[in-house]
């Protein structure tokens, strides 16, 4: 049975600055996934807290969230087959040490931090990810 979904992914600071956009966005196409939402843009600390909110408790949070809003960033909307859990395989494990050969992480990460990407971890964050963004 078809499962279209669609999921967010973002290309974070640290890759945007190393001008790894379009290398990542080719690997995303090459893997099957359509881009049907894109943007460019640089946020807030206030909005990274408002997308990190999950981790309001974790004692990184300040930090990522400081993180994500110091520099551009591109925010996507993806769309495949299973795509939350596809791009959560293409992405690889959270810190690029223990990323899987072939995955974004473990190609471009640099830490646990920089680590390149971002994606929804679930089909329902995957919406109120991709609404928090592009709210039509
Ligand atoms: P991301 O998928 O964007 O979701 C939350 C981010 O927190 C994660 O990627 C990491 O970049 C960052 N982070 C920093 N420290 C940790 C940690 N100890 N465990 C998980 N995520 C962390």
Do not use: W
């Amino acid at each position: 049975m078809s499962n279209l979904e669609q999921t967010l992914s973002i290309i974070k600071p640290d890759a945007v600055e190393r001008h790894l956009e379009n290398e990542i966005k080719e690997m995303f196409k090459n893997n099957g996934f359509s881009i049907v939402k894109e943007k460019k843009i640089q946020i807030e600390k206030s909005e990274a807290e408002k997308f990190y909110k999950v981790h309001e408790t974790k004692p990184f949070y300040s930090d990522l969230c400081e993180y994500l809003s110091s520099g551009p960033i591109v925010v996507m909307a993806l769309e495949k087959e299973n795509a939350v859990l596809g791009n959560r395989e293409l992405m690889g494990a959270t810190n690029p040490k223990d990323a899987n050969e072939g995955t974004i992480r473990k190609k471009y990460g640099i830490s646990i931090d920089k680590n390149s990407v971002h994606g929804s971890d679930s089909v329902e964050n995957a919406k109120i990810e991709i609404n928090f963004f592009f709210k039509d």
